[in-house]
């Protein structure tokens, strides 16, 4: 059983900047395949952000946030990051850390077997 625990949501101005962590048990960590951010605004559906291999480092973000947003891994603390910049109004979300031990690496959550609680950013214009 995976545990995830997310981190670093916050309200800041828009132009602002939040870094998210999500740290995995130790014990599983070896197991995941794959880690993503997801997000969902009130009223909309959840929607994939980035994910990561922790193996290779490879990754991808959705188009509404590439170039803004960066998922990064640190192996030696079970921990994925998603450092946001040039945050805006809509990205205003509650955001969940997904781990996934299939070899499909993609932002879609059929692919993800565990989740954590989430955390809340909220953006003011």
């Known amino acids: 059983q995976v545990q995830l625990v997310e981190s670093g949501g916050g309200s800041v101005q828009a132009g602002g900047s939040l870094r998210l962590s999500c740290a995995a048990s130790e014990s599983t960590y070896s197991s995941i395949n794959c880690m993503a951010w997801f997000r969902q605004a009130p009223g909309k559906e959840r929607e994939g952000v980035a994910v990561i291999r922790p193996t290779s480092g490879s990754s991808y973000a959705a188009d509404s946030v590439k170039g803004r947003f960066t998922i990064s891994r640190d192996n030696a603390k079970n921990t994925v990051y998603l450092e946001m910049n040039s945050l805006k109004p809509e990205d205003t979300a509650m955001y969940y850390c997904?781990?996934?031990?299939?070899?499909?690496?993609?932002?879609?959550?059929?692919?993800?077997?565990?989740w954590g609680r989430g955390t809340q950013v909220t953006v003011s214009s």
């Open positions: 997904a781990a996934g031990t299939t070899s499909v690496c993609v932002p879609q959550q059929r692919y993800f077997s565990y």
